[in-house]
């Protein structure tokens, strides 16, 4: 085929005089690159290994969240999250966490979130995943600490009319506002509501207050914020970052009026002091659907959105999973290809 592209060219330059023979080395090197291009292509098309594990961050810090996508037409994948001090291994009921994975529809391609706590000791942890056949994948990975900041806690304007001081709002977190949501997210659901990427819950993003991590505090207390604090004017529109079951509509005495969305594979969405509800327990919702408004409800200095998520039961930053989780968007094919190169031109 190139044979006969040239053969043409040729043909064509004969018309002229004098030919250019920088058009010669130009068009030599234009179809020799897309004959390497295809080649390669072919090369990753046809090589791919029929099981295989990808994942990403493999080096996550305290607060991320890791994508696990596992590839085979064996069976359905399972996989853990352990310890490992060497060659031993903890106690493996005590510190191994199951991994909820998923099939995406008309795929090969199987999916997993693993939430890092913004508690979790830093050290070496590995993931084990089960293939059905195969012998066991098994990755390695470090978890770094994150740098967590501390601010004094602000007491809010509200105080004076709803009599919650600074220290009544610690103990609220500690005797009602925790516990309620603790027996919430305690019940997870392994099957996912979704099959597509996760969304942000207001139309344009900008962090205000308190950031993900930072340590709180009181005159007696430390206490950390395990959400993001985004700016919303009174009544802005929440909406919800993906598909799932509204499975806790309350009015608590910090968090002010909250939903809660069930997203399946262990992942849950937090939404805090707002202004109404646009749901009601048992709603099963769509990603992007108005869940609420936003308000200042709760022990709050100014109306804005407190927004967390949970994966497998840990804190996670809510903005760093919302990135991660394009990768279920993302095609394993054009990924090899482009990590391909990336290692050609290192």
Do not use: C
Request: proline residues 5%; aromatic residues 12%; hydrophobic residues 40%.
């Amino acid at each position: 085929m190139p044979q006969r592209i040239f053969q043409k060219i040729k043909d064509k330059l004969k018309k002229y005089k004098k030919p250019n023979k920088r058009l010669f080395v130009y068009l030599y090197t234009a179809v020799g690159l897309v004959v390497f291009l295809l080649a390669l292509i072919s090369f990753l098309y046809f090589n791919q290994p029929p099981e295989s594990l990808y994942i990403f961050p493999k080096n996550p810090k305290q607060g991320d969240t890791v994508f696990i996508r596992v590839k085979t037409n064996l069976g359905n994948v399972t996989g853990s999250f352990e310890k490992s001090l060497g060659d031993k291994s903890l106690d493996n009921t005590k510190d191994r966490e199951e991994l909820f994975f998923y099939k995406k529809p008309n795929s090969s391609e199987w999916i997993s979130f693993l939430g890092i706590d913004a508690d979790q000791a830093p050290g070496d942890y590995k993931i084990s995943v089960d293939v059905p056949v195969l012998n066991n994948f098994v990755e390695n990975i470090k978890v770094s600490p994150a740098d967590f900041s501390s601010a004094p806690a602000a007491t809010a304007p509200s105080a004076q009319k709803t009599g919650i001081t600074v220290q009544k709002a610690v103990n609220n977190i500690v005797t009602t506002d925790g516990p309620a949501l603790k027996k919430i997210l305690g019940i997870s659901t392994p099957d996912p509501y979704f099959n597509a990427s996760f969304s942000f819950p207001l139309s344009k993003i900008e962090k205000v207050g308190f950031s993900f991590g930072k340590f709180i505090n009181f005159s007696k207390d430390r206490l950390q914020h395990f959400g993001v604090d985004l700016l919303a004017l009174k009544k802005t529109n929440v909406y919800a970052v993906n598909s799932g079951k509204i499975v806790a509509t309350f009015d608590l005495p910090n968090y002010g009026k909250t939903v809660i969305i069930d997203h399946g594979l262990d992942i849950f969405s937090l939404y805090l002091h707002l202004e109404e509800f646009k749901v009601i327990t048992g709603d099963i919702v769509k990603n992007g659907q108005i869940i609420g408004l936003s308000g200042d409800t709760g022990y709050v200095t100014a109306p804005h959105l407190h927004f967390s998520m949970r994966v497998g039961g840990s804190r996670v930053d809510p903005i760093g999973f919302i990135e991660v989780s394009k990768k279920i968007n993302e095609n394993q094919f054009l990924a090899s290809i482009s990590e391909a190169f990336k290692n050609i031109f290192k």
